[in-house]
């Protein structure tokens, strides 16, 4: 009976939109995805599935994603958008959007277990996409797999029960 009550309740809190960050690019808890009702801006904080491509693949065969409900089978990231259609982006040592330098935007050209971590290469966003950020230094976001389709974000991401470690 307990195990049928928990079950009940993790479904009614994932149809509520209700989801647990266990990675440190955002604080670690009880997060809840609330509706937009607009095109995502910069400064917005999202969660969005990534798309189903070779490059996603390989990110999650090497332990930067996890697996989870989005359609190519990785969990929902929640990241900040600092850049949308039209805006200009250079990666070199950090990142600069329309010439101004993002804070905590250093890149590292290793991953933790030393394997190589190429930056994606600099331009403009498309039409229909976001460029994404998380200030954590060993968070995998658009500096290295570039923009993602803004057809992907579920919603908003707001802090329900969270710690920052």
């Known amino acids: 009976m307990a195990a049928l009550a928990a079950s009940l ?25 609330v509706p937009a009702y607009r095109p995502a801006a910069v400064d917005d904080l999202v969660f969005i599935c990534p798309p189903d491509t070779a490059g996603m ?4 065969a090497r332990g930067y994603l996890r697996s ?5 089978g990785v969990a929902p990231l929640i990241k ?3 850049a949308v259609a039209g805006q200009h ?15 905590f935007s250093s890149l590292a050209s290793r991953d933790g277990k030393g ?3 190429p930056p994606f290469p600099s331009g403009t966003v498309p039409p229909g996409y976001v460029f994404l950020h998380s200030a954590f230094p060993g968070s995998y976001d658009s500096r290295y797999f570039g ?9 908003l991401a707001r802090e329900v029960l969270t710690y920052a470690p």
């Open 9 to 33: 309740a993790i479904v009614t809190a994932v149809a509520g939109g209700y989801r647990l960050n266990l990675t440190p690019s955002e604080p670690l808890g009880l997060w809840r995805i």
């Open 80 to 82: 900040t958008v600092i």
């Open 57 to 60: 693949r390989e990110a999650k």
């Open 89 to 103: 982006v250079e990666i070199s040592a950090s990142v600069t959007v329309d010439g101004r330098v993002v804070s």
């Open 115 to 117: 394997r190589p971590l």
């Open 147 to 155: 923009p993602l389709p803004a057809s992907g974000i579920l919603g």
């Open 68 to 72: 989870g409900s989005c359609p190519s």
